[in-house]
C-alpha cells in the first residue's frame, strides 16, 4: 500500500525503465518526465521553467539533469533545485509498488505554493528576468491568487529601492493595473507584467534607501494641525529627512487620508514642481492605495518626500518668467475664486484659442479672467484638456528624430498626464491651493507651443471603421496619420476602442523603460480625459504620439552636449 495519502498514478512498469531510461508520462494537463538513475527514480515536470521546451530530452549525469535546448540544470535529487539557470523544476513524489512506477499528482495547496512563487517572483524582479516574472505571475493567476496581489508584491519591491523618491516605474504599474481591466481572461496579466518589468528595470540591484524614522507630529509641531502646515514649508525649504520623518508620523498617528493628501497637495502646488511629476505621481500614489488598501500608505506615499523635495521648481527658470509676471500684477485671490464657482459664462472658444496660439500673458489673462467671472473649473479643466490634445497633434515629430536636439514627443505627453492628475486632484480636493495648479496648467499647454509643427501639415479625414485591431496594427507599424484617422473614424464598440489604446500601450511598440512608462501613463490619461470631456481627441492625440517613431536612447545627444560642456559653453543663458 502506500506511504501516504495523495493521487497517486501509475505511471510506467518498472521492466518498461531501465537504468538510464526515461519515459513521458500524461496525466489531464500535466506532462510528467520519469527518468531512472543507477541510484532512485525521479518525476519531473517535463517542462522547462525556462522555455517550455521538453526535459525528456535532456542529458542526465549522475544526478544532474541537464536541458538539452539552453542548458539549464537540475538537481533531482534536490527537488529539482536549478543549479544553473533560473527557477527551480517541479518534482512529484514517486513509489513503486509491484512492478509499477506510481507518481503522486496533487497539486500542493494555494497557501503552500503561494510564497514559494512570491520568493520566485521577487528574485526574478532583482535580476530582471522577464520570463520567470512573466511565468511566475501566471502561476499565481493559475492558484487563484489575484493581480492585486502580484502588484502589492511589486509595490513592496520597488518603492524602498527608488533612490531618489517616486518615479516612473510605479506609476507605471499602477496604470497597468488599472488597464488590466481592459483585457480578456488570462491576457489580464499582460499590462501588469509589463508594469512589473519597468518596476524591475527601474530599481535593478538598487539598494534599500534609507529613511528616517517617524516623528510625533504633536510632540515636535504642537498639534496635528500645525504638523499638517508645516509639511509644506519642509518641502519648500528642502529638508527631505524632516518632511518625511513627519509624513510617516502623520501616518502612524492615524491622520485622515484626505488630511495627508491635502498636505502633499499644497507642497506640490507652491511651486510647478518637476515639469508636472510630483502632481502625477501623487495622482498613482493615492489611486494605487485605493487598489491595495491604506496600510501601505507608509511604502507607498513616503517615497514622494524625496521627489518633491529634489525637483525642479519650474516657476524659478527663465521659461515662465512672463507668466509669473502676470500672476504677480494681477494679485489673485485664489480664496474668493473658489467661492464664486459657477456663476458666470465661458467664452470656451476663445479661451482655446489664447491658451494654444496666444502669448504666456494672453494665457494667463485668459484663465484668470475665466476664474474671475466665476467659470466653473471643470469646464476649464475640460477645454484645457482638449487644448492639450490638440498641441499633441500639432506636434512636429521632426523635433523628436532630430539627435541634436534636446527636446521630443516626452516633453509634450506631461500635458495630457498633469491635466488628467490635475482633474483628480481637483476632485477631491477643490481648495485654492489645488486651483494654483490650474495655471500651471495652462501654462504648461502654452509653453508647449515651441514644438509646434513647423509647416502644418494637412491632417487625414476620418477613415471609418468598426475594426479596433486596425488602430492597433497602425500603431505597431509606426503610422501616426493612420492611427490618428482611424481612432478619429472609429464607429464600433466604445469599450473596444478603449481596448485598442490599452493594447497599443502596453504591447512592445517602445524598447526603453521609460518609453514605455509614457506611452501607458499617456494612453490611460486619455482615455480618462476623452470620457471626461465627451470628446475622443485626447485618444486621438495618443494614439498619434504612440505610432510616431521615436528616439528612444540618446546616447548622440549626449555626446554632442558633452562637446559644449568642455568647451566652457553655458546653457540657459539667453533664455
Known sequence: MMTNQGDWIPAVGVDDLPIGGRKLFRHYDKRIAVFRTEREIYAIDNRCPHQGYALLQGDVKEETLTCAWHNWKFELDEGGFCSFGG??????????????????????????????????????MGEVDIGRLARDTMRLRQ????????????????APRMEYGWNHSLATLTDCLNLAAMFEGELQAFPVIQGMSVVSQNEVRRPIRPRPDPVDPVEVYGSVEEALLAYPHLVNDEQSDQAEALLRGLLASGVAPDKVRHALLSAITDHFLGYGHPMIFAHKSFELLDKIGWEEADTVLSPLVPNMVLSTRYDRLPYMRKFLKAWEAADVDLDAIVAKQNSGPFDAEGFRRAVLDGDPQTSFAALNGALEAGVDVGKILNVTSAAAAERF?????????????????????????????LRWAWSVDPSPEVLRGLYHAVWFVNFTRRFDERNPRVRQEPAVTSDADSIVTAIRNKDPEGAEALIAGYEGPAEELRGAIARGASEDNSIAPIMVAHAVKTARASIIESEAIGDRSPMIAAGRFMASPKRERFVYNATLEAIAFTAGRSRGEGE
Open 87 to 124: 527557477e527551480s523544476v517541479r518534482t512529484y513524489p514517486v513509489e513503486v509498488r509491484g512492478g509499477q512506477v506510481f507518481v503522486d499528482v496533487t497539486d500542493p495547496a494555494a497557501e503552500v505554493i503561494a510564497p514559494q512563487l512570491f520568493e520566485s517572483l521577487l528574485e526574478a
Open 143 to 158: 492558484i487563484g491568487t489575484p493581480l492585486i496581489e502580484v502588484v502589492r508584491e511589486g509595490v513592496n519591491f520597488g
Open 393 to 421: 497633434r500639432r506636434f512636429d515629430i521632426d523635433i523628436d528624430t532630430d539627435d541634436t536636439n534636446e527636446w521630443g514627443w516626452l516633453d509634450v505627453t506631461h500635458n495630457m498626464t498633469y491635466l488628467d492628475a
